[in-house]
T-cell receptor, first 114, second 111 residues
Framework: DAGVIQSPRHEVTEMGQEVTLRCKPI?????LFWYRQTMMRGLELLIY????????DSGMPEDRFSAKMPNASFSTLKIQPSEPRDSAVYFC????????????FGPGTRLTVT | GENVEQHPSTLSVQEGDSAVIKCTYS??????FPWYKQELGKRPQLIID?????GEKKDQRIAVTLNKTAKHFSLHITETQPEDSAVYFC??????????FGAGTTVTVRA
């Protein structure tokens, strides 16, 4: 298995532009998580999907952030419009047997908003 | 919500010595405690976890201990090697999906 796949690995964009981050979880996993990592705030859970359904989006910073999971093998995190304070590494993770089993992280997307 | 505190924030050890990282949690309902290792520029990876029905777990050079009464758990790395240099995160969960992470400990192993 290739593990969790994320794209792009790096994204540089200008303030105000739309950014879309993509994630392919490990095949067979039914839990998917989006995290944001910054030096100031550490690792923060943004949203959690179970069986493609958003269960908890309380970590999403504001309405500029949205996430979808149209099927079991694909999820997107969109920021529109982007701001410099959104600059961070965004990780997608998936879990197979249940949410308290090992979460496998993707390689992350390093987002820079100028 | 759950609050996880992790200490120290940085740790420098001589190769071959032991390293200990401690975490405390606030919610007595938490019952799952994983530890993640993140090398520079890489993804977090699970290295060991413990559940609340176990007091200690060991895997080769790493071990984790849990004290439910005091609400703290610790990671022990013995015979440290240069490849152990990384940021280590503890986390706690109440058995639902949400992992509350500590702020991380940067471990540097000096050759």
């Amino acid at each position: 298995d290739a593990g969790v796949i994320q794209s792009p690995r790096h994204e540089v964009t200008e303030m105000g532009q739309e950014v879309t981050l993509r994630c392919k979880p490990i095949s067979g996993h039914n839990s998917l998580f989006w995290y944001r990592q910054t030096m100031m705030r550490g690792l923060e859970l943004l949203i959690y999907f179970n069986n493609n359904v958003p269960i908890d989006d309380s970590g999403m910073p504001e309405d500029r952030f949205s996430a979808k999971m149209p099927n079991a093998s694909f999820s997107t995190l969109k920021i529109q419009p982007s701001e410099p304070r959104d600059s961070a590494v965004y990780f997608c993770a998936s879990s197979g047997q249940g949410p308290t089993y090992e979460q496998y992280f993707g390689p992350g997307t390093r987002l820079t908003v100028t | 919500g759950e609050n996880v505190e992790q200490h120290p924030s940085t740790l420098s050890v001589q190769e071959g010595d032991s390293a200990v990282i401690k975490c405390t949690y606030s919610d007595s309902a938490s019952n799952y405690f994983p530890w993640y290792k993140q090398e520079l520029g890489k993804r977090p990876q699970l290295i060991i976890d413990i559940r609340s029905n176990v007091g200690e777990k060991k895997d080769q050079r790493i071990a984790v201990t849990l004290n439910k009464t005091a609400k703290h758990f610790s990671l022990h790395i013995t015979e440290t090697q240069p490849e152990d240099s990384a940021v280590y995160f503890c986390a706690a969960s109440k058995g639902d999906y949400k992992l509350s992470f500590g702020a991380g400990t940067t471990v540097t192993v000096r050759a």
